[in-house]
């Protein structure tokens, strides 16, 4: 691809598409403290305080990716219009292809 055909992303729909990939992950964690305690329902007594440390260590995780979501949103909205974001770099550091192609799609790119 020639560089005059690459598409430059502005940065409210960078921060817009961050913001959805956050939210993805947080929906993860969900899922996953939700296995978590099915698991702790099924788990001997003695061995409950471990699960319980890490299902609160999950939710932890869900606020804190909550919390940022919610920041980068807010950018969204503060972001001024118009102005580009160079990408392809950042992109291709990225090594979960479907993270990758999720973002690429949300981008235009």
């Keep these: 691809m020639s560089a005059e055909t690459i ?4 940065l409210a729909a960078v921060l817009e598409a961050l913001s959805v990939e956050m939210s993805l992950a947080a929906e993860a964690c969900g899922h996953l403290d939700s296995a978590l305690g099915k698991i702790l329902e099924n788990t001997p007594p003695e061995s409950r305080l471990a ?3 890490e299902l609160h260590t999950v939710d932890h995780l869900a606020q804190h990716i909550t919390a940022i979501t919610d920041f980068t949103s807010k950018l969204v909205q503060a972001a001024p219009d118009g102005v580009p974001l160079p990408v392809q770099e950042a992109l291709s550091t990225i090594t979960l292809g479907a993270v990758a192609e999720r973002l690429r ?3 235009g790119l």
Excluded: A, I, K, S
């Design 7 to 10: 598409t430059t992303p502005d």
């Design 105 to 107: 799609g949300r981008l």
């Design 51 to 53: 699960v319980m440390q």
